[in-house]
C-alpha cells in the first residue's frame, strides 16, 4: 500500500519561492509520480509530474517555467520547487502516484494521493 504525505505549505508573498515535498512509503521506486493543485470551487488540475526512471519532468504549459520538480528514488521523495509565486498560485497541492511507465495529466490516471498540503500567495 503506497502512502504519500505532503510537506512544506505556507502563506507567503508574490514573489517568494516556496519548496514543497511528498514523501512516499510502500516502495514508490517504479512509480510515476504527480503534483496537482486546487484551488477554492475549482477542479484539480495537473502541475507537473515525472515518471519512475527520469523521464520528464512534464509541467503544465501555464507555469512558464517557474516550477521545478525532482525526485530521489532512494529517499521516496517528491520535490516541488515554486519559484516566483503569483496569488493565482494559492491552492492546496497534492502529491500523487501511480504504476504507470509515462506521466498523465489527469486526476484519474492516479491511484495514490496525499492529504495536500495549503500554499497561499499574498499580492
Known amino acids: 500500500q503506497v502512502q504519500l504525505a505532503e510537506s512544506g505549505g505556507g502563506s507567503v508573498q508574490a514573489g517568494d519561492s516556496l519548496t514543497l515535498s511528498c514523501a512516499a512509503t510502500g516502495s514508490t521506486v517504479r512509480y510515476t509520480m504527480a503534483w496537482f493543485r486546487q484551488a477554492p470551487g475549482k477542479e484539480r488540475i495537473f502541475v507537473g509530474g515525472?515518471?519512475?526512471?527520469?523521464?520528464?519532468?512534464n509541467y503544465a504549459d501555464s507555469l512558464s517555467g517557474r516550477f521545478e520538480i525532482s525526485r530521489d528514488n532512494n529517499k521516496e521523495t517528491l520535490v516541488l520547487q515554486m519559484n516566483s509565486l503569483k496569488p493565482e498560485d494559492t491552492a492546496v497541492y497534492y502529491c500523487a502516484a501511480d504504476f504507470r511507465v509515462r506521466v498523465a495529466t489527469g486526476p484519474k490516471d492516479y491511484d495514490y494521493w496525499g492529504q495536500g498540503t495549503q500554499v497561499t500567495v499574498s499580492s
Open positions: 515525472i515518471s519512475w526512471d527520469g523521464n520528464g519532468p
